[in-house]
């Protein structure tokens, strides 16, 4: 599978909120209930908060066949906000070439270390890629509970 990766376009948006909602109710089902799924990833969700978000940070889209399987944002302060592979495109190296553009685009602006919350999911993930866990803790969604992971690593 030949993965070309790209910058955020703003005619991503739909695709990349699709791909992130499915991502969610498919893959991290298996680790959180219902009723933590339908909180972290609400059938509506705001358009115009996700595009400013998007827009102004790093944010990067991976295709492969000319569909996006997958996508991650960094943000200036070092903290890797988002990272989603396509539910029928886990285990297939996206999460790492993503990962590894994220990693250079850190060290070209002088980060001495990234940051991020992980789900129980991605945490795995993380941890291959270099990522240490800080601290577990119960965060807040929309009145309803999830278990993330501050995790950080060093440059």
Do not use: C
């Amino acid at each position: 599978m030949e993965l070309i990766i790209r910058r955020y376009k703003a005619e991503d948006l739909d695709e990349l909120i699709n791909l992130f909602k499915n991502t969610v109710h498919s893959v991290n089902a298996a680790d959180y209930d219902e009723e933590q799924v339908k909180a972290w990833a609400p059938e509506e969700i705001d358009r115009d908060i996700w595009h400013r978000r998007l827009n102004r940070n790093f944010s990067i889209v991976a295709f492969a066949g000319g569909v996006i399987v997958g996508f991650a944002v960094l943000s200036p302060t070092a903290n890797v906000e988002m990272l989603f592979v396509h539910r029928d495109h886990q285990m297939e190296q996206v999460g790492t070439e993503l990962m590894s553009a994220i990693f250079k685009k850190a060290q070209k602006e002088s980060m001495k270390q990234l940051t991020t919350q992980s789900s129980i999911t991605a945490k795995s993930f993380f941890e291959k890629m270099g990522f240490q866990e800080v601290e577990e803790r119960e965060q807040q969604l929309r009145g309803v509970e999830l278990t993330a992971y501050s995790m950080k690593k060093e440059f």
